[in-house]
């Protein structure tokens, strides 16, 4: 769908034209970072139809804040921080309005729906890091989910998330023993 | 990748030396994706550019719209339930007359107090 000649586009390029009307320039933004996305939602909120919305709803208020955009920090970080920003709204809401039907914690609500896989172990190992991650405290999750699968630094993790350094690390120790527990189980 | 190296490299992962990157790769090698369904890009086109500047609150009151219908729809089976039970109890049967809340003797006094005889 997205011609050739917007490959080569920078991102400034791209927010211009997209802010001057060009669908096309927004479809490349959307496709450069879709994935990036779908490791924030989709590790944090499990497989499910619910994930594709949010997701849908990043890329939306990306298109409406796009004016508001300074380009102070990289485009990705912006749509990363919706991305953490929406998902972690949606983790809240989802509690509240399961509260009232479960005791337990609300990783039961969580749906498993691994993708088709080309090999069984492959699909293998996204099942064993799905299950792994849902069953974290979100608190702990969000974390595993930037460092572990986007592959950010402690810092940069921190800074994304608004929490102080100390907070991360900590966070990311005590992620790690629940990982250990969790993944001796599975 | 074996499964207890994969378990291993998870682990590892988390460590404060560990480089992020390098792991974050080492997942993607191994089969671990995350993606979004087929359309996704003109999904996101269509809703922006077919519909108002109304798209994304929309988005957000078809969700509400569904827990609330979840939560209602369970509140109300629930409900149903509970009253079955009580009726059964209260009439001892499922009859049209207990749902209505009348006896079957009472057939009789209705078509008196109608035609007066």
């Not at chain 1, 927010?15 to 970072?33: C, H, Q, W």
């Not at chain 1, 499910?48 to 485009?75: H, N, P, T």
């Not at chain 2, 207890?4 to 990157?21: F, T, Y």
């Amino acid at each position: 769908m997205i011609k050739g000649s917007y490959r080569q586009k920078s991102e400034n390029e791209l927010i211009k034209a997209t802010l001057d009307g060009d669908k096309l320039a927004f479809g490349e933004i959307v496709s450069r970072y879709q994935k990036m996305v779908a490791r924030t939602v989709k590790s944090m909120l499990g497989d499910s139809v619910f994930s594709e919305d949010i997701g849908q709803e990043v890329f939306i208020k990306l298109f409406y804040s796009l004016s508001g955009f300074r380009g102070e920090a990289k485009l990705s970080t912006y749509i990363q921080k919706i991305a953490v920003n929406l998902t972690l709204n949606e983790i809240k809401r989802r509690k509240r309005f399961f509260s009232m039907f479960s005791q337990k914690g609300n990783n039961e609500m969580y749906e498993f729906e691994v993708a088709d896989h080309e090999t069984e172990e492959k699909k293998e190992a996204s099942e064993i890091v799905s299950k792994a991650l849902m069953n974290l405290d979100p608190k702990f999750r969000i974390i595993v989910a930037m460092r572990m699968l986007q592959g950010y630094s402690t810092k940069e993790t921190a800074e994304l998330l608004d929490l102080p350094l100390g907070t991360v690390l900590s966070r990311l120790s005590r992620a790690q023993q629940q990982l250990k527990d969790i993944l001796r189980k599975l | 990748m074996k499964v207890s190296d994969l378990k291993e490299l998870l682990i590892r992962s988390l460590d404060k030396e560990e480089d992020a990157g390098t792991t974050a790769s080492k997942l993607e090698e191994a089969g671990v994706t995350f993606r979004f369904s087929e359309g996704f890009l003109e999904k996101i086109l269509d809703r922006i550019y077919s519909s108002g500047s109304s798209v994304a609150h929309e988005i957000e009151f078809v969700r509400d719209l569904n827990y609330v219908f979840y939560r209602i729809a369970v509140a109300g089976v629930a409900a149903i339930v509970v009253l079955l039970i009580t009726l059964f109890f209260v009439q001892g049967s499922f009859s049209l007359n207990s749902f209505l809340g009348m006896g079957n003797s009472y057939d009789e006094s209705i078509f008196c107090l109608l035609t007066g005889n």
